[in-house]
């Protein structure tokens, strides 16, 4: 009998997907923002989706391995503070995002502002604190510098998620059955 603690099937492959779309997207789907750096991306939302749909172990490896592999194919080094903060916003929005029940086609009003609150606060954990904080303890980078980046790629990146992030998970959830919609027949 296969432990409950491994990963299906399903979410390894989602992971290998998810990875390869967010690396392929940092590259091509990033807009410089004018602070050297520092893009907006659109890779979040795609993060987001995943995370919401696999899981906070999917939601964390996706962000892990996706920039990881970004960084070495588009602009190697990787740099590690950055790829620990992706990995933070994937874990965050996967286990927050268990409350909505996506999967079930439900993603309204209420459901488009619970996620939005989470992402916004996995970001602003990620982007306001963890990647500029280990970018001073790892690269020892000017912290000026470093919190300046976070606050203009966090912002960014909430925005993005907020935008492109519903419109995926609104249009994923559409595809869904809603939960008591099929009644049966006399």
């Known amino acids: 009998m296969a432990s409950s603690k491994t990963l299906s099937v399903q979410t390894i492959v989602a992971i290998g997907i998810g990875s390869a779309l967010f690396a392929i997207l940092g ?42 592999l970004k960084d070495l194919i588009f602009y190697p080094p990787p740099w590690f503070s950055w790829v620990i903060a992706s990995a933070i916003v994937g874990l965050i929005i996967g286990l927050v995002a268990r409350s909505i029940k996506v999967h079930d086609g439900q993603f309204g009003k209420k459901e488009i502002f619970q996620f939005n609150v989470f992402q916004a606060v996995a970001h602003g954990i990620a982007w306001f604190v ?33 935008i492109l992030g519903t419109i995926l998970i609104v249009a994923y959830a559409k595809t869904r059955t809603k939960q008591g919609s099929l009644t049966k027949e006399a």
């Open 27 to 68: 590259r091509f789907g990033s807009i410089p923002s004018g602070l050297p750096d520092t893009n907006i991306e659109t890779t979040y939302a795609l993060l987001a989706l995943f995370a919401v749909l696999y899981g906070p172990v999917a939601g964390l490896l996706i962000g892990l391995i996706g920039h990881t």
């Open 130 to 162: 963890v990647a500029p904080t280990l970018d001073v303890l790892i690269y020892a980078e000017p912290a000026a510098k470093s919190y300046t980046q976070g606050l203009v790629a966090g912002t960014a990146n909430i925005v993005t998620t907020a």
